[in-house]
């Protein structure tokens, strides 16, 4: 089995990992360094995307204009027909004699020129 010699390497061993005195505390760093590589993914795969979504919403909000075609967060397609001077409210028009209020963030899209969502096609 395990010779006399292996055993008695074994403890010397366990005896020399034991540390010196009972109550020193390992340092504060051994507590921390566990925990690093966790905080580190969470702001890679959570914190940074969101702050780049973040930024291009704010880049979408602040460009919209008069005229331009927009979709609110509540699914109605409208046209932007007035921005509120201090830039909180912007008014759509929704029809022809229809014009609504929104906040400028429930605005979740600016929808591209070229569409066109009334269904009509243009023929040559």
């Known amino acids: ?43 890679v795969l959570i914190i940074l995307p969101q702050r780049r979504e973040q930024a291009k919403r704010d880049k979408m909000l602040n460009a919209m204009k008069k005229n331009d075609r927009v979709l609110t967060s509540s699914g109605i397609i409208g046209t932007v027909a007035n921005i509120s001077a201090d830039g909180k409210e912007v008014t759509l028009k929704v029809d022809d004699n229809t014009r609504i209020r929104f906040l400028r963030t429930s605005i979740t899209h600016v929808m591209a020129e070229d569409s066109n969502t009334d269904g009509a096609t243009t023929s040559a």
């Open 1 to 43: 089995m395990i010779s006399a010699q292996i055993m008695a390497w074994l403890i010397l061993a366990q005896a020399d990992a034991a540390p010196a005195a009972v109550g020193e505390q390992p340092p504060f760093w051994a507590f921390i360094a566990p925990y690093l590589p966790i905080v580190l993914l969470f702001v």
